[in-house]
């Protein structure tokens, strides 16, 4: 055994013969890589096509003119937000499956696990993003009342995807085109038409809340209010329904109450409405328009510093008294400038309420929902 050892050490080897040897023991491993990679290589394509995708629907508004961002948008806006997510992780577990595959055959591990995060970040934020993007702008639904001041005006917010620069042009009620009031500002600080982005009146992550505002006369105001169907008009032609709601009761101006001063302050949810009574008066209910009963709730009001609720109607009031009333806001997405109070049988006793929603995106979403 020790002689065989002896002599196979004895034998020489030519270097050329071990240098194909060991090139053939490479070669053989790269083709046992190749064989596999194959899979990887494919899915990688996949992935990053998929999230290149993502990445091109979040920020192409940005690069792209109206048509051909609508165009793009367009062809994603028949998917609900729990597809987006479906198609997020499946290509989140293709990503994983590649990066598995890629640390078997030896590949860095640092990188491959860098780049799978940074893929991995991108979809996700992507997909978040299409998530909460509007197919439309929505129009704030709206409760205004209608007087027979002849400086009448229309103030109705809208909202939109930060990235939609179209513009409102018009209000189309019927036969009636009512053009928009633009702020007067600096022409060069003019963009399309209207100055931006000052008519934004609520600034969000993912949407701008902005404002529309019309000035019109009484018998524009009576055309509109008598309409069916109210549009925003934008830029491109794109009609927004406007669910706008009129209140006009004309017995509130005919009978009211006399009062010398009023004030209102809000906190939160509430506001407080104060008044001085020049008369004797009785009231017997809460007044407010019938589209607002269950969206205003009278919490309570305040005489001679004593609390009193609806369970205390009727109550009497003489001439020079201070009296308090609070009202709570139901949380809703819905602008507010119509009159409220008391009254009864010497007659109202009311104030103009205006009040704008505050957007979170969960109102954003619900408005949303009840567009769909």
């Not at 899915?43 to 003119?65: I, K, P, R």
């Not at 990188?111 to 509007?134: E, R």
């Not at 009342?145 to 009448?152: H, M, V």
């Amino acid at each position: 055994m020790n002689d065989l050892k002896k002599q196979m050490d004895q034998i020489d080897i030519p270097k050329s013969l071990h240098q194909r040897s060991l090139q053939g023991i490479e070669q053989a491993k790269k083709e046992q890589r190749k064989s596999k990679s194959w899979v990887p290589k494919i899915l990688t394509a996949a992935v990053t096509l998929a999230a290149g995708g993502f990445v091109a629907l979040m920020v192409g508004e940005h690069h792209l003119d109206n048509d051909r961002a609508s165009a793009l948008m367009s062809q994603v806006e028949n998917l609900s937000p729990p597809m987006y997510w479906i198609f997020a992780i499946l290509c989140i577990f293709i990503t994983l499956y590649i990066s598995r595959k890629k640390l078997q055959v030896g590949a860095d591990q640092k990188k491959t696990i860098g780049v799978a995060v940074v893929l991995i970040l991108m979809i996700g934020n992507s997909t978040l993003f299409l998530q909460h993007q509007l197919i439309k702008p929505i129009v704030v639904p709206t409760v205004i009342e209608g007087t027979n001041n002849l400086q009448n005006a229309l103030e109705i917010r809208y909202i939109t995807n930060k990235d939609d620069r179209r513009y409102v042009e018009y209000l189309q009620a019927e036969d009636v085109q009512l053009p928009i009031v633009y702020y007067q500002t600096e022409q060069e600080n003019l963009v399309n038409g209207f100055y931006y982005p000052l008519d934004t009146s609520q600034d969000l992550r993912y949407q701008n809340i902005r404002l529309a505002f019309f000035q019109l006369d009484l018998s524009t105001l009576e055309k509109v209010m008598a309409s069916k169907n109210v549009y925003l008009v934008l830029s491109d032609g794109m009609k927004l329904p406007a669910p706008i709601r009129f209140t006009r009761e004309p017995s509130i101006y005919e009978n009211q109450v006399m009062n010398n001063s009023f004030s209102q302050s809000q906190h939160d949810a509430e506001q407080i409405i104060s008044f001085t009574l020049q008369q004797d008066a009785v009231f017997d209910a809460f007044y407010v328009p019938p589209t607002l009963e269950d969206k205003i709730l009278l919490k309570e009001w305040r005489l001679n510093d004593q609390r009193y609720t609806a369970s205390d109607f009727p109550f009497s009031v003489t001439k020079g008294q201070r009296l308090e009333m609070t009202i709570q806001f139901k949380e809703a997405p819905l602008d507010i400038n119509t009159s409220i109070g008391f009254s009864g049988p010497d007659g109202y006793l009311t104030m103009r309420l205006y009040s704008q929603t505050y957007f979170t995106t969960n109102l954003v979403k619900k408005v949303r929902e009840n567009n769909e």
